[in-house]
C-alpha cells in the first residue's frame, strides 16, 4: 500500500469547513483513497473513499487531485462532535488487502 | 452496516492471567480482524480470523500470546495469554464486508493488566 502523509494535528472553529489534507504521491492507479476517523473511546468509523473523482456522502466530500498524489476531506460545517482523529489511507481493494492505519491528524474543533 | 458487539468492554486483570475477548457480528462475513491499540498509538492489525481455518498473524504477534478462533461467520474470539502491563491497550475486532466494500469496527475492549 502506498504511504500517505497528514499533518499531525488541527484546529477548526465550530461551524466552518474543515479540511483535512492527505499526501500520497507513490499511490497507483488502482489504489483509493480511504478516510476513517476515531472519536475518544471508540472504534474506527468510515468516513468516504474514492479512486479519483470526487465524491460526496452525507458526511463529508473528498477532494482528489488530477495526479491524484493528494486529497482533502472536507467537513462543510464543523460540529464539535467532528472532534477526532482522521485517518487516510491507500487500498487497492478489501479481500486482498488489510485495512493499516498510520498516525492520523487530530482534528480538534473549537466552539 | 454491519453492527459488532465485544464482550466484555471493559476488564481489569492481574498479571500472569490471560483473557478471551468476544466478538459477535448481526451478519455474515468473510473477514474477520483483531486490532490492538496501545496508550496513545493508532491501530496496529493482530491478526485475520478466517473461517474454518487458522487465523494469520502479523509480524510481531504469535499465536501463543494471541490465539484466535472463528468458528462460524458471525463469531470470534481472541485471548490476550499470560498477560503483562504492556498488554493494557485497546482490543478492536473489525470486520470486512466485500458487498459494501467497506471494513467495520466493534466499540473495542479495555484491558488494563496491573
Known amino acids: 500500500d502506498a504511504k500517505t502523509t497528514q499533518p499531525t494535528s488541527m484546529d477548526c472553529a465550530e461551524g466552518r469547513a474543515a479540511n483535512l489534507p492527505c499526501n500520497h504521491s507513490?499511490?497507483?492507479?488502482?489504489?483509493?483513497v480511504y478516510w476513517y476517523r476515531q472519536i475518544h473511546s471508540q472504534g474506527p468509523q468510515y468516513i468516504i473513499h474514492g479512486l479519483k473523482n470526487n465524491e460526496t456522502n452525507e458526511m463529508a466530500s473528498l477532494i482528489i487531485t488530477e495526479d491524484r498524489k493528494s486529497s482533502t476531506l472536507i467537513l462543510p460545517h464543523a460540529t464539535l462532535r467532528d472532534t477526532a482523529v482522521y485517518y487516510c489511507i491507500a487500498l487497492r481493494s478489501f479481500g486482498n488487502e488489510k485495512l493499516t492505519f498510520g498516525t492520523g491528524t487530530r482534528l480538534t474543533i473549537i466552539p | 452496516s454491519a453492527v459488532i458487539s465485544q464482550k466484555p468492554s471493559r476488564d481489569i486483570c492481574q498479571r500472569g492471567t490471560s483473557l478471551t475477548i468476544q466478538c459477535q457480528v448481526d451478519s455474515q462475513v468473510t473477514m474477520m480482524f483483531w486490532y490492538r491499540q496501545q496508550p496513545g498509538q493508532s491501530l496496529t492489525l493482530i491478526a485475520t480470523a478466517n473461517q474454518g481455518s487458522e487465523a494469520t498473524y502479523e509480524s510481531g504477534f504469535v499465536i501463543d500470546k494471541f490465539p484466535i478462533s472463528r468458528p462460524n461467520l458471525t463469531f470470534s474470539t481472541l485471548t490476550v495469554s499470560n498477560m503483562s502491563p504492556e498488554d493494557s491497550s485497546i482490543y478492536l475486532c473489525?470486520?470486512?464486508?466485500?458487498?459494501?466494500?467497506?471494513?467495520?469496527f466493534g466499540p473495542g475492549t479495555r484491558l488494563t493488566v496491573l
Open positions: 507513490t499511490i497507483s492507479g488502482n489504489e483509493y
Open positions: 473489525s470486520v470486512e464486508d466485500l458487498a459494501r466494500v467497506e471494513q467495520f
